[in-house]
């Protein structure tokens, strides 16, 4: 069915030339879609603390750092989950395996809506994040198994331009639907949205051998290289998350903007992110090593603009877009890296990899609530950006090759 592929339409596609082939073209196409809708969901979920913190608190009767700490545990539980949890369902059925995870995530988001108080809160979003340590690991060889090498960096920054999304759309209009109503809400569109992407998998994404796909195996696999490429990721993160978690404490506190004009500023990070994504698709099927540098070099500039100078209103929106550009860029590329470099299975790489991502979202976030509570928050962008110079250092030192 999947013999014949070019780009077209900036997303790598089936060329049809019968009906049969014209079925699977737009299964293929509808399939990454629903993928990219999956993302879309969990990192608005993920994220809608942030945006959502000093609702949160104030409806749950605790301080900013504890709803903070939710980032923290999910990163956590991704981070110490996604590995084995990867290993011991990469033998299962894609399909039934990404219905059932995301039919899991509609009901631990319904449940968070639901919860009478801050443990069950805590709870849901832990169950969420069992489901997302599985979920990540898989969407970009199940996606780009079903195209051609050549264009595999441009399957997955369509496919991981739902994170990006989630930034732009879901996380600015889940704070502002909840500064409206209230930060339940939120949680329940999300949970629908969840449930219409597993019946869009469980409908008409193709059925997926349990064996590893051509996708499943890199072409130039190096440990040393992998490990390095881990360990920066871990470190870039975590800068950035220092910052991020509190960036709505940052922006009304530091640089005194009005509260409601947050969730305009996060729209803004995340329609940069979508531009990012874009880009580093593009840019990572030329070079995705030096697409990773260049993403990792813009953060850490982003991050000493605002210490530098974010307590200028324009100085802190600036920065907060370029965050979201090359964050979501960084995102692409590390998957595209990923698929080059991974000295195992692909599955397994990129579980390694999403557990770096949240390990540097829990340890930034854990960092960023004690920066709050004792220097002040003056100080989160200044730790964020040594901690991604730190990363940017690691790729330099990598030789070229």
């Known amino acids: 069915m999947f013999e014949r592929r070019v780009p077209m339409q900036g997303l790598p596609q089936v060329v049809a030339s019968g009906p049969a082939e014209q079925v ?71 399909r039934r395996l990404l219905t059932a995870l995301l039919c899991a995530f509609s009901a631990a988001a319904s449940l968070a809506a639901l919860a009478p108080g801050y443990a069950v809160l805590l709870s849901a979003q832990i169950l969420i994040a069992l489901t997302h340590a599985v979920l990540l690991s898989m969407v970009a060889a199940t996606a780009t198994s079903m195209f051609r090498e050549a264009v595999r960096a441009k399957v997955v920054g369509a496919l991981f331009s739902g994170i990006p999304l989630a930034s732009a759309v879901g996380v600015p209009a889940g704070t502002w639907l909840g500064q409206r109503t209230e930060w339940r809400v939120p949680f329940l569109v999300m949970s629908a949205l969840g449930l219409m992407a597993a019946v869009a998998v469980a409908l008409l994404l193709p059925s997926a051998q349990t064996a590893p796909t051509p996708a499943s195996i890199t072409q130039r696999p190096s440990s040393s290289r992998f490990a390095l490429l881990m360990a920066a990721t871990g470190l870039v993160v975590a800068g950035v998350f220092t910052f991020y978690t509190y960036v709505a404490v940052f ?56 210490a530098a100078a974010g307590v200028h209103p324009w100085a802190a929106v600036t920065a907060v877009a370029l965050l979201g550009l090359a964050l979501a860029a960084l995102i692409t590329a590390l998957q595209s890296r990923i698929l080059r470099i991974a000295p195992r299975s692909v599955e397994v790489a990129s579980a390694t990899g999403s557990a770096a991502i949240n390990a540097g979202i829990a340890g930034g976030a854990l960092l960023g609530g004690h920066l709050l509570e004792s220097p002040g928050h003056h100080n989160l962008p200044l730790a964020g950006a040594l901690l991604s110079a730190a990363a940017l250092a690691l790729l330099l030192a990598e030789r070229r090759g």
Not at 58 to 71: I, K, Q, R, T
Not at 279 to 297: E, K, N, P, Q, Y
């Open 24 to 94: 699977g073209r737009a299964r293929a196409v509808v399939a990454v879609t629903a993928l990219a809708l999956a993302l879309f969901v969990y990192g608005t979920v993920q994220s809608l603390p942030i945006g959502l913190l000093p609702q949160i608190a104030h409806g749950l009767d605790v301080s900013e750092s504890s709803v903070g700490l939710l980032v923290t545990g999910y990163g956590l539980v991704v981070t110490v989950t996604a590995v084995p949890l990867t290993k011991a369902t990469r033998r299962l059925p894609r």
């Open 251 to 306: 922006l009304t506190q530091a640089a005194g903007l009005p509260s409601d004009t947050v969730s305009a500023v996060l729209l803004l990070n995340g329609l940069a992110g979508l531009a990012g994504t874009w880009l580093s698709g593009a840019l990572s099927d030329r070079d995705a090593r030096a697409t990773m540098t260049g993403t990792v070099a813009l953060l850490t500039a982003a991050l000493a603009l605002l």
